[in-house]
């Protein structure tokens, strides 16, 4: 009974250990898929630029206004609100 038990806890201890090699494979592809859209999205920016002044004007207007509105309204990241006092 007690190899039985040996032989669980190892195939217990190979499905962690699975889980983890597929947590570090998913954060590659992450990090891959960021560092792909981080240059993909300046080089696309300036080809519409060369390609269609006035759509990448709007486009980088379009774009600063939702970051000016997204600096207004939200809330820094460490920001606490104070707590209610009765």
């Known amino acids: 009974m007690e190899c039985l038990i040996q032989y669980l806890d190892e195939i217990e ?3 962690y250990a699975l889980a ?6 998913r ?6 898929f960021i560092l792909a859209v981080s240059a993909l999205l300046p080089a696309s920016g300036v080809l519409l ?3 269609h002044p006035p759509l990448a004007l ?3 207007c379009l774009a600063l206004s939702g970051l000016l ?3 207004v309204v939200g809330s820094p990241p460490d920001y606490q609100l104070p707590a209610a006092t009765s």
Request: charged fraction near 15%; charge should be neutral.
């Open 13 to 15: 201890d190979i499905f």
């Open 27 to 32: 954060q590659a592809i992450k990090t891959l």
């Open 58 to 60: 709007a486009t980088a």
């Open 20 to 25: 983890l090699v597929a947590e570090r494979v």
């Open 69 to 71: 509105y997204h600096a």
């Open 49 to 51: 630029a060369i390609a």
